[in-house]
């Protein structure tokens, strides 16, 4: 099967340009033949925002594909975080119920936008807070037991003073969800050290890592299998994606630079999580270039972990 590189011109957060190399090709490339290493089962999911914005029915065309479960975004605070609403909550649930489906996890996406490391007198702490807030309350009345809370963007993680007041609004969410079992799961890119550091600084048995398996290799050049095996033992659930050139999500699973295959391998060996939740963006360039249909991409990333992890593709 013939296939051909296609240089793609993206802008990156400082303004420059960067090429990125993405593979095309007429059918879906097959999936790595490496299977389980251990009798550990896995369960797939997706998170919501990795596909175009489809609400609740999304569950059962997710659902037809194989995948068990995704991931919900609690929305952004210029939009009125849109699962802060109980009507839409009550939609998503019954379509879970209805389709055998499962939300494992909800990400506070808008700590993105108004991030954690900012001071709690500033707009965008005091906007944190409130997504926190809210964001905790939603989950309790879903009954989602794990809440994403990632520092990227505006509030990635880049001084002391940004992981002090980061670690302040988690200890907010360990406090506010204190009487239930609710896991608080921080993805950033903190090297091993300083994740072990805020696991220890908040001080909540409950706070977990959200491990990622290219961003620690795209933001901040680390070996993602190296740190994987530092940490996973406070790994609760993880996203998978890949990509090319640190440009994110910008290959099909095993196909790009970040070591996804060796992740892999780190996972199989520890053990470290049940949810594996992919978030290549199929809908975005590069990758919605090579498939008019993003759903056979899907399916592609689908059967590459079913090779990886077991099951049959």
């Not at 097959?30 to 919501?48: H, L």
């Amino acid at each position: 099967m013939q296939k051909i590189a296609r240089p793609l011109r993206e802008e990156s957060a400082d303004n420059t340009q960067t090429t990125v190399w993405i593979q095309m090709h007429d059918e879906p490339v097959t999936a790595p033949d490496i299977k389980a290493g251990n009798n550990m089962k896995y369960k797939f999911g997706i998170v919501e925002w990795a596909l175009p914005p489809m609400g609740p029915y999304l569950a059962k065309m997710l659902k037809e594909f194989g995948l068990e479960g995704m991931e919900l975004d609690f929305g952004e605070y210029e939009e009125g975080y849109r699962l802060n609403n109980r009507r839409i909550q009550e939609a998503y649930l019954e379509c879970a119920e209805q389709y055998g489906f499962e939300y494992p996890s909800m990400a506070l996406n808008a700590l993105n936008t108004h991030g954690m490391s900012h001071d709690r007198n500033s707009v965008d702490g005091m906007i944190a807070i409130e997504t926190i807030k809210k964001g905790i309350a939603a989950a309790k009345q879903m009954k989602i037991p794990v809440v994403q809370m990632p520092s990227f963007h505006s509030g990635d993680i880049r001084t002391d003073k940004d992981f002090y007041n980061t670690c302040e609004k988690i200890r907010l969410a360990c406090e506010l969800s204190s009487d239930t079992d609710m896991i608080l799961a921080v993805e950033n890119v903190l090297d091993a050290e300083h994740t072990l550091k805020m696991i220890d600084e908040v001080g909540c048995d409950r706070v977990k890592v959200f491990f990622d398996t290219q961003n620690y290799h795209i933001d901040r050049g680390y070996s993602e299998p190296e740190i994987l095996a530092a940490i996973a033992e406070h790994v609760v659930q993880i996203h998978v994606k890949d990509g090319f050139n640190k440009a994110i999500s910008s290959a099909p699973l095993g196909k790009g630079d970040a070591s996804f295959l060796e992740t892999a391998e780190v996972i199989k060996r520890t053990g470290c999580t049940e949810w594996l939740f992919i978030e290549n963006f199929y809908h975005w360039q590069p990758l919605s270039l090579m498939n008019d249909d993003m759903f056979e991409l899907l399916k592609e990333d689908i059967c590459t972990l079913k090779n990886i992890f077991g099951g049959v593709a």
